[in-house]
T-cell receptor, first 119, second 117 residues
């Protein structure tokens, strides 16, 4: 099955600086890579996702890059703010209309990165 | 609130007791997932429903665990004879999937935190 590794496990960044979190995956069939943000006691919330037909996607201060050959993808947060402090999880999944209708698109998560923004 | 709803939010139970959690997904979502999250770890897949059919169960789901989605809407997860190792956050997620168009992301509930004493 799929295995997702995530680094670093903790990251402290000065406010205004950039943060980068990296993940690797093992299953070359995976084609959907979401990033979730989880604040203490709250539900995981999708912040950005990328599919394997693109190499980079950006949404304001957040960007994700994907290297299919190397099987790794990264989250980049620029101009960090205190409200960015949270645990971030990467995940991998097989998503697509061409698979069997009973393909389940379950998510395999990394172990998480606790990001702390220092004011 | 039109998001995924889970009840109860917290459950403390004595070892050996049975517990049941409920998940109400987003109404038009055909796919429902249960995940388990322990402290300091990412969510781990437990089981998956497509409408009312349970189509996959993880090896993490021992015989003491059972899940249902009787009418393809809400789902329940029951743990029998709870053990201390069952203490975790149980997350439910739903999505619309399997179509040529209109697939959505997975939306998570706030989870049920189970503590077995």
């Amino acid at each position: 099955g799929e295995n997702v590794e995530q680094h670093p496990s903790t990251l402290s960044v000065q406010e205004g600086d950039s943060a980068v979190i990296k993940c690797t995956y093992s299953d070359s069939a995976s084609n959907y890579f979401p990033w979730y943000k989880q604040e203490l006691g709250k539900r995981p919330q999708l912040i950005i996702d990328i599919r394997s037909n693109v190499g980079e996607k950006k949404d304001q201060r957040i960007a994700v890059t994907l290297n299919k050959t190397a099987k790794h993808f990264s989250l980049h947060i620029t101009e960090t703010q205190p409200e960015d402090s949270a645990v971030y999880f990467c995940a991998a999944s097989i998503w697509g209309a061409l698979r069997s209708n009973f393909g389940n698109e379950k998510l395999t998560f990394g172990t998480g990165t606790r990001l702390t923004i220092i004011p | 609130d039109t998001g995924v709803s889970q009840n109860p939010r917290h459950k403390i139970t004595k070892r050996g007791q049975n517990v049941t959690f409920r998940c109400d997904p987003i109404s038009e979502h055909n796919r429902l997932y249960w995940y388990r999250q322990t402290l300091g770890q990412g969510p781990e897949f437990l089981t998956y429903f497509q409408n009312e059919a349970q189509l996959e169960k993880s090896r993490l789901l021992s015989d003491r665990f059972s899940a249902e989605r009787p009418k393809g809407s809400f789902s329940t997860l029951e743990i029998q004879r709870t053990e201390q190792g069952d203490s975790a956050m149980y997350l439910c997620a739903s999505k619309y999937g399997g179509a040529l168009q209109g697939d959505t992301e997975a939306f998570f509930g706030q989870g049920t935190r189970l503590t077995v004493v």
